[in-house]
């Protein structure tokens, strides 16, 4: 039995040998040139590049609006409708007025073609003459201004009725029928069919970094294979007072019909600046106080720690100005636990085969194995083992 159990105790050799540091894990990403800058994206939506606010040109009560949210109106199509009773009567009295003086301007005129074959004569007076003529001019200039009160009267009473100027969408109103509105108050708004733009609110950063010239991708956001492209149209000179953001619209050429008004886009833009090469904020670390990452070499497969020069710090990655180049592996996960020279393995490899070493450790203990000649012996002491477990086990 001792001879037994001696048999399954290391010998010194095996002891000796160091237990293999296991193999961890790491993720890796491949270091990329990229183009200079930065791409910033932002949320907005699609508005009418020209809107307008129908309003009547005199107050009144409102007795018909004849579109809705949605309508689509053509150029001189009633909107809406004013009680005209009142720009009636004044037509009317402005004609009666224009017809009084008329009558008026008739009997001047009459009596000036009668009194100017009796001048010459000495039938008439000149002085009878002279203020016959006045009369005239007089009565004429009455006929001017009721010609312009009834004009005045009759402009008056189509101002009681809302015409479309132009083709476009409705999309707000502002009153609705037997409501008394005054001079100039909104209607409907309407949107005309000139074009579309993409509004944004941007941070003032991104305002400084870009141009006018650059050129914005605009994606629609319920669907990103409709996309199209446009240039800043207008900026505005003032910072919302609660975002601190300024209001961009941005000029899209040929919007697909999809981009209806309201839809919610994305606009890109790339922001200029010098290439250069990023990686993940998670791969930093630090050696010798200055900034350092962890190269994989593939050949290998051991990782060494390098210093690099960090040109700008962002919210998810690290813009590097040097010590990296492309094509080269770096560590983005479990950088805490390395050490230069460490064999690692990229996350999704197969773990390495150990099967040789398995298979060795028999060869091993086949030194101490019994020839045929002890089998018997070997028989009869795994015979009695039993036994000597159940003693051993006893209190």
Known sequence: MSTLLTGCLPTDEEASQPVPEPIRPVRVVTVEELPG????????????????????????????????????????QVVARLDAVNERNAVDAARANLAAAMARLVEARNTVRRFEPMLPQGFVARADFDRAVEARDAAQAQVEAAQAQVATAENQLGFTTLLADG??????????????????????????????????????????????DDEVTV??????????????????????????????????????????????????????????????????????????????????????????????????????????????????????????????????????????AETSEPAVGQVGEPTSGEAGDDTGDTASEPSVEKAEARP
């Open 167 to 212: 083709p476009g969408t409705v999309t707000e109103r502002g009153a609705e029928p037997g409501e008394v509105v005054a001079a100039g108050r909104m209607i409907v708004r309407l949107a005309r069919e000139a074009g579309r733009d993409a509004v944004f609110d941007v941070p003032a950063r991104v305002i400084e970094s870009g141009s006018a």
């Open 37 to 76: 800058g930065e791409r910033v994206t932002l949320t907005g939506n699609i508005q009418a590049q020209d809107d307008v606010a129908l309003a009547f040109r005199v107050g009144g009560q409102l007795i018909e609006r004849t579109v809705n949210v949605g309508d689509q109106v053509v150029a001189g």
């Open 219 to 356: 994606a629609l956001s319920s669907d990103p294979t409709v996309t199209t492209s446009g240039r800043v149209r207008e900026v505005s000179p003032q910072a919302d007072p609660v975002t601190r953001t300024f209001q961009v619209r941005v000029g899209l050429a040929n919007p697909p019909a999809a981009m209806r008004l309201g839809s919610t886009v994305t606009g890109s833009i790339q922001l200029g600046g010098a290439a250069g090469i990023e990686i993940p904020n998670s791969a930093l670390t630090s050696a010798r106080g200055a900034p350092a990452v962890w190269v994989l070499d593939p050949q290998t497969n051991t990782v060494a720690l390098r210093n690099i020069d960090v040109a700008r710090f962002e919210l998810d990655r690290v813009l590097i100005a040097q010590g990296l180049d492309a094509g080269e592996l770096v560590v983005t996960a479990g950088v805490q636990t390395l050490r230069p020279g460490q064999q690692v393995r990229r996350l999704g490899e197969p773990v390495p085969d150990e099967t040789e």
